[in-house]
Nanobody, 123 residues
């Protein structure tokens, strides 16, 4: 069994920063991608960032230059450093694992999901 647990969400003012963490338990294929998605009320789950086993990364355009995804293979964890946060970043952020490396932006290509952590950015 694979379980993903996110942490680090919270309430910040616009322009602030948060660092999200995702710890994985169980066996996740190391060659698969891990990533972050977010979902705001009434909207579909949106790709945010992903990192492949080879450390290459992908970001959605709206977070480029502000967010950074990283991976710690020894801890079986990924992180999302979020800087210059905007109200539009408000959402529940989900960690995903088991992603096919060729389609990291598609939620359906991931096998495992965390419970989500709320990020709220006030204006």
């Amino acid at each position: 069994q694979v379980q993903l647990v996110e942490s680090g969400g919270g309430l910040v003012q616009a322009g602030g920063s948060l660092r999200l963490s995702c710890a994985a338990s169980g066996r996740t294929p190391s060659r698969y991608a891990m990533g972050w998605f977010r979902q705001a009320p009434g909207k579909e789950r949106e790709f945010v960032a992903a990192i492949r086993w080879g450390i290459s990364t992908e970001y959605t355009d709206s977070v480029k230059g502000r967010f950074t995804i990283s991976r710690d293979n020894a801890k079986n964890a990924i992180y999302l450093q979020m800087n210059s946060l905007k109200p539009e970043d408000t959402a529940v952020y989900y960690c995903a694992a088991g992603g096919r490396p060729g389609s990291v932006e598609l939620a359906g290509q991931y096998d495992y999901w965390g419970q989500g952590t709320q990020v709220t950015v006030s204006s």
